[in-house]
């Protein structure tokens, strides 16, 4: 089990606001770590300063030992090696859902169509999605893009997939599906960093629980630690808004 | 009913060629106004103080003036002001696509903020670098979104050539009324005949260019 991802003091500034202040986290292959806080807290910003969205004014992160944030010159590359799946739906309105699934590991790995239709109508079937393959987006549910959206990131071989609050903006009967993706994914072994706010799902699916807010790690453990037994006050009040009492 | 005149020595000819007067102009003119459209629309959309200042100015100048107005301005005013001669046909170049380009820029621009910044952000999320999302992901969106509403404006453009005949240039209507006039007294229906036959005319210039449109529009429909 090496360490995969090298977080190193990180910071990220938007002019005066500092959104994230001096992080630093080591993820290993294999790990899942969720990471939870307050809206606004910094989650998305964090994880889109890791396959370089945003820039970062302090610190390295390192996949794999080479420096990919700040990174000179060409990024593109690097990008894909880490996927990410995005809160809003992201497909492509213009392709169907075959080339959406192909038109990265095509033109970016430049890889034979033959092979990567074949590994696209794998996916799409594992994802039970495989009669879709030449619909388009718009045809599809929430929860269908999302699971379409997985595998799209997963074409490209990411050693990390970065999972950005990928079930907030559905209906909830379709929270299941695309969450159920995620849990073989986990059990496959994929390196993954999520960021949710099914608690349930969180505890499942967490080998490290990660809380920010304030923009530092303000608690990090296991699930069962971090849900049965957390230290800080602030990530007790955190946890308290998820569950209900009578009186 | 007035159609016999255009049969009279070569007058279906002239009014073809005074088409095809009116044609090259809207072609050329167009042709310049999709490629500095697509680079002034593109400006637009970086949304920088400056240039959208200028580029307001230029857009609501030219929806305000009339483009007849334009055309004399360019015409007549850049002679005596500027001691340029310019011709006639070069003049209506210019202010067709300094119209057009006003035009075709906002279209251009409209499409461009319409894209939702997670197209972008995926796509680089992706590994696509900048060339790729714009030429797999970003265009292909705009064009689609663009083509219905650049296609009414080609199709106005075409239509409103036929004001260069006041700076004399002899295209489609200009002959017709010259046939008209010649034929005043053998002929006097002959109005209704020519001008029928040329909104035939512009009615076949413009039919395929809708048509094909409306094929591309039914083909992208997904
Ligand atoms: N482009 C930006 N410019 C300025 N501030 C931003 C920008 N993006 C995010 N922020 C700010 O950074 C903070 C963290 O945002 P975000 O990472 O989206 O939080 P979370 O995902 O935890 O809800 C918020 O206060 C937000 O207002
Ligand atoms: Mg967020």
């Known amino acids: 089990m090496g360490e995969i991802l090298t977080i190193k003091n990180l910071s990220k500034r938007y002019e005066e606001l500092t959104v994230l202040d001096n992080i630093s986290l080591s993820v290993n292959k294999g790990e899942v770590v969720v990471i939870v806080g307050p809206s606004g807290c910094g989650k998305s910003t964090f994880l889109r300063c890791l396959n370089g969205l945003e820039d970062i004014q302090d610190g390295t992160v390192a996949l794999g030992g080479d420096i990919i944030n700040p990174l000179k010159g060409n990024k593109s590359r690097s990008r894909e090696k880490?996927?990410?799946?995005?809160?809003?739906?992201?497909?492509?309105?213009?392709k169907t859902i075959l080339q959406n699934l192909t038109l990265a590991p095509i033109k970016v790995a430049k890889r034979k169509k033959d092979?990567?239709?074949?590994e696209a109508l794998e996916l799409l079937e594992r994802v039970g999605l495989s009669s879709k393959k030449n619909s388009y987006p718009r045809q599809l549910s929430g929860g269908q893009k999302q699971r379409v959206a997985i595998v799209r990131a997963l074409i490209m071989h990411p050693e990390v997939?970065?999972?950005?609050?990928?079930?907030?903006?559905?209906?909830?009967?379709?929270?299941?599906?695309?969450?159920?993706?995620?849990?073989?994914?986990?059990?496959?072994?994929?390196?993954?960093l999520i960021v949710t706010h099914e608690m349930s799902f969180a505890r499942a699916v967490a080998d490290r629980m990660i809380f920010l807010d304030g923009g530092k790690i303000v608690e990090e453990g296991s699930a069962q630690e971090f849900f049965d037994a957390p230290q800080t006050d602030r990530l007790k009040k955190f946890l308290q808004t998820f569950s209900y009492d009578k009186d | 009913m007035g159609f016999d005149v255009l049969l009279k020595g070569n007058n279906m000819i002239r009014l073809l060629e005074g088409l095809w007067v009116a044609l090259r102009i809207s072609l050329i003119s167009v042709s310049i106004s999709i490629v500095l459209g697509i680079i002034v629309g593109m400006l637009m959309a970086m949304n920088r103080r400056v240039i959208n200042a200028v580029t307001r100015i230029y857009l609501e100048t030219v929806r305000i003036m009339p483009q007849m107005v334009l055309l004399?301005?360019?015409?007549?005013?850049?002679?005596?002001?500027?001691?340029?001669?310019?011709?006639?046909?070069?003049?209506?170049?210019?202010?067709?696509?300094?119209?057009?380009?006003?035009?075709?820029?906002?279209?251009?621009?409209?499409?461009l903020i319409s894209i939702p910044v997670i197209q972008y952000e995926s796509s680089t999320a992706l590994g696509f670098s900048k060339l790729q999302t714009y030429l797999y992901v970003i265009i292909p969106q705009i064009v689609k979104r663009m083509l219905p509403l650049s296609i009414n404006l080609i199709t106005r453009m075409i239509k409103t050539t036929s004001l260069v005949m006041m700076i004399g240039i002899v295209e489609v209507l200009k002959v017709g009324q010259q046939i008209i006039e010649a034929n005043r007294k053998s002929s006097p229906n002959a109005a209704f005949g020519v001008f029928a036959t040329i909104l035939l005319l512009y009615f076949i210039a413009c039919w395929p260019i809708s048509c094909f449109s409306k094929y591309l529009e039914k083909k992208w429909e997904n």
């Not at chain 1, 880490?82 to 213009?94: A, C, E, K």
């Not at chain 1, 092979?115 to 074949?118: D, G, H, I, P, R």
């Not at chain 2, 170049?93 to 906002?106: P, Y």
Request: negative net charge; charged residues 20%; without cysteine.
């Open chain 2, 72 to 111: 004399f301005v360019v015409y007549f005013g850049a002679t005596k002001a500027l001691g340029i001669n310019l011709s006639a046909e070069t003049s209506a170049l210019i202010v067709f696509s300094f119209w057009g380009t006003a035009e075709m820029a906002d279209l251009v621009r409209g499409a």
């Open chain 1, 161 to 192: 997939l970065l999972l950005d609050e990928i079930t907030a903006a559905l209906d909830p009967e379709m929270v299941r599906e695309v969450l159920d993706v995620v849990l073989s994914l986990a059990k496959e072994g994929r390196t993954m």
């Open chain 1, 82 to 94: 880490i996927g990410m799946v995005f809160q809003s739906y992201d497909l492509f309105p213009h």
């Open chain 1, 115 to 118: 092979e990567v239709t074949k």
